[in-house]
């Protein structure tokens, strides 16, 4: 079975740094195109970035590109987002998804989250 | 503001069928393909459409998809309690080069 998991978020002070991870398996990951789409409370889900799989290839929401910088190692078949300058408006469950056919929004496997909370 | 627009809700009673609408323009819905996700409270969104009209594996017949032009619908017929839940429409988006999501369809079981 495919499993995303994800580790890393966090209480964080606006301004700072967080850095994401998410272990894949049961999938071949160096195959798969991968994105974070992330969910703040109460609200609806929210793109954030997208790496090909080979990671020559990213893509960013304009409200965190120059912020947050998406990679992947495909030796160790994990996915990670590096977050910069956090804002409270970044405040959200932030879910690792492989794309089903990169860059046409559909991702068939989500992991379970994981909580940024960005707040001083 | 979302740049798909869905309807904030919509109901039905069991065994009806009920749409939800997702509007959007040329640079996404007009010319890229559309998909949906059901997400039940408190877990991880579910693909349930993808292409416009097709189904993953495991998914029931009873919901399919459209697109016409800039707009896209999920239609679910004899509807069960246990799809109330939250739709979104998702597709690419050329100009903004990003996935873009609906604001999402908090659909009630009556």
């Known amino acids: 079975d495919v499993q995303l998991l994800e580790s890393g978020g966090g209480l964080v002070q606006p301004g700072g740094s967080l850095r994401l991870s998410c272990a894949a398996s049961?999938?071949?990951?160096?195959?798969?195109?991968m994105s974070w789409v992330r969910q703040a409370p109460g609200k609806g889900l929210e793109w954030v970035s997208a790496?090909?799989?080979?990671?020559?290839?990213?893509y960013y929401a304009d409200s965190v590109k120059g912020r947050f910088t998406i990679s992947r190692d495909n030796s160790k078949n994990m996915l990670y987002l590096q977050m910069n300058s956090l804002r409270a408006e970044d405040t959200a469950l932030y879910y690792c998804?492989?794309?089903?056919?990169?860059?046409?929004?559909?991702?068939?496997?989500w992991g379970q989250g994981t909580l940024v909370t960005v707040s001083s | 503001q979302s740049v798909l627009t869905q309807p904030p809700s919509a109901s039905g009673t069991p065994g009806q069928r009920v749409t939800i609408s997702c509007s959007g323009s040329?640079?996404?819905?007009?010319?890229?393909?559309v998909n949906w996700y059901q997400q039940l409270p408190g877990t991880a969104p579910k693909l349930l459409i993808y292409?416009?009209?097709q189904r993953p594996s495991g998914v029931p017949d009873r919901f399919s998809g459209s697109k016409s032009g800039t707009s896209a619908s999920l239609a679910i017929s004899g509807l069960h309690s246990e799809d109330e839940a939250d739709y979104y429409c998702?597709?690419?988006?050329?100009?903004?080069?990003?996935?873009?999501f609906g604001g999402g369809t908090k659909l009630t079981v009556l």
């Open positions: 040329s640079s996404n819905i007009g010319s890229n393909t």
């Open positions: 049961g999938l071949t990951f160096s195959s798969s195109a």
């Open positions: 998804a492989k794309d089903f056919r990169f860059l046409e929004g559909s991702f068939d496997y």
């Open positions: 998702a597709a690419w988006d050329g100009s903004l080069n990003a996935v873009v």
């Open positions: 790496i090909s799989s080979s990671g020559g290839s990213t």
């Open positions: 292409s416009n009209n």
